[in-house]
């Protein structure tokens, strides 16, 4: 079991840089990929980016690459994602999930989910 707690969210101008962190419990996070996802008002839920169990890989969507980094810190049990250049378009819920497969793209693919954090962009 896993439990997720994101933190981070807040309102910024566009333009500008915020940075999440999800904060997992458990002894077991160093062999979860991990995955941030994103939920904006009456759309569905959809990737962002993901790291591999180790830090090394990591995957992001193509509305974010060179915007956003992710990283972990397994002896911190955290995964942050940190995002520059902000755009209104990134207004979202942002979601921290953990993954016992692969750092996946697809929602299905992870077991437990964060609250979420929300984000907002100002143009």
């Known amino acids: 079991q896993v439990q997720l707690v994101e933190s981070g969210g807040g309102l910024v101008q566009a333009g500008g840089s915020l940075r999440l962190s999800c904060a997992a419990s458990g002894r077991t996070f160093s062999s979860y990929a991990m995955g941030w996802f994103r939920q904006a008002p009456g759309k569905d839920r959809e990737f962002v980016a993901a790291i591999n169990w180790s830090g090394v890989s990591t995957n992001y969507a193509d509305s974010v690459k060179g915007r956003f980094t992710i990283s972990r810190d397994n002896a911190k049990n955290t995964v942050s994602l940190q995002m520059n250049s902000l755009k209104p378009e990134d207004t979202a819920v942002y979601y921290c999930?953990?993954?016992?497969?692969?750092?996946?793209?697809?929602?299905?693919?992870?077991?437990?989910w964060g609250q979420g954090t929300q984000v907002t962009v100002s143009s």
């Open positions: 999930a953990a993954s016992s497969g692969s750092y996946s793209y697809k929602i299905n693919r992870y077991d437990y």
